[in-house]
Structures are given as C-alpha cells and as structure tokens.
Nanobody, 119 residues
Framework: QVQLVESGGGLVQPGGTLRLSCAAS????????MGWYRQAPGKQRELVAA???????NYADSVKGRFTISRDNAKNTVYLQMNSLEPEDTAVYYC?????????????WGQGTQVTVSS
C-alpha cells in the first residue's frame, strides 16, 4: 500500500512558523515531483510549492520569501517550512507526489493537515 502521511499542522499566531512534513511509504520505484497544495474554506485548491527530483522549486506568489520547500530523497519525504505566517495562510494543506510503482506512474495525495493562523 503506497501512501503519503503528513504531519506538522496546527494553530499558530500571525508571524509564527510551522514546518510540515510528508513521508511517502510503500513499494515505490521512483518519486518525481513532490509538493503542497492548500484549500481554504470556500476557495479552490491552489498550489503552494513544488519541488522536482532535481530540486528545482516553484512557489505561489503569495508565499514567495516566506515558505521554503525541500525534500530528503533518502527518506522519500518533502518538507514545507512556513515563516511569517498570515491569517490568509489558514487552510488544509495537502501533500502530493508524482511517483512510479508497479501499477505505473500517477499522482498520490495525502490526507491533509489543518493549518490555522490566528491570534
């Protein structure tokens, strides 16, 4: 069973920091891109940040300079360091991985982790 398990969400005050982690497990042949989306109440899911196998990164304009995505290929894990958090960052954050297993190449999603920024 291939799965993504997220951790690190929670409640934080404006200006605070959080670090999200997402670990892929199972019989995985290769992981290509990994990243994070988020969905706030009443809004569409949006890309937050992505990182390729070669460590090229892409960020939403709203998080540039505040969030940093990284990955540990040996651990099949992607991280999202979130600094200077704002109330507008409040959302459910979903991890994804584009990967290849014996079933072929496909996108896998995590279960989501809540991030709430509030005083």
């Amino acid at each position: 069973q291939v799965q993504l398990v997220e951790s690190g969400g929670g409640l934080v005050q404006p200006g605070g920091t959080l670090r999200l982690s997402c670990a892929a497990s199972g019989n995985i042949f290769e992981i290509y891109a990994m990243g994070w989306y988020r969905q706030a109440p009443g809004k569409q899911r949006e890309l937050v940040a992505a990182i390729t196998g070669g460590a090229n990164t892409n960020y939403a304009d709203s998080v540039k300079g505040r969030f940093t995505i990284s990955r540990d290929n040996a651990k099949n894990t992607v991280y999202l360091q979130m600094n200077s958090l704002e109330p507008e960052d409040t959302a459910v954050y979903y991890c994804y991985a584009n990967l290849r297993t014996i079933q072929g190449k496909f996108n896998l999603w995590g279960q989501g982790t809540q991030v709430t920024v509030s005083s």
